[in-house]
């Protein structure tokens, strides 16, 4: 049995409609507005995510994760 791929863009089309998905979608935006302020500062510094987690004396992985919001 084969899968056709379904693009993202429809996916979150059709999400939208849903009410629930909006909210929590919205209860998020603190958490994509801070992941969005790392990757800005961290690329303008040039600085690595390894580095970063160096200086803030956490793992690269967690990094990762924060600017994965």
């Known amino acids: 049995m084969s899968h056709k791929p379904i693009p993202v863009e429809k996916s979150f089309a059709k999400w939208r409609k849903n009410p629930a998905y909006r909210a929590a979608y919205a209860a998020l935006d603190?958490?994509?507005?801070?992941?969005?302020?790392l990757i800005e500062a961290r690329t303008s510094a040039d600085i690595s995510q390894e580095e970063i987690a160096r200086r803030m004396?956490?793992?690269?992985?967690a990094v990762s994760r924060l600017e994965g919001g």
């Open 30 to 37: 603190e958490e994509f507005t801070l992941a969005a302020a």
């Open 57 to 61: 004396r956490t793992s690269q992985p």
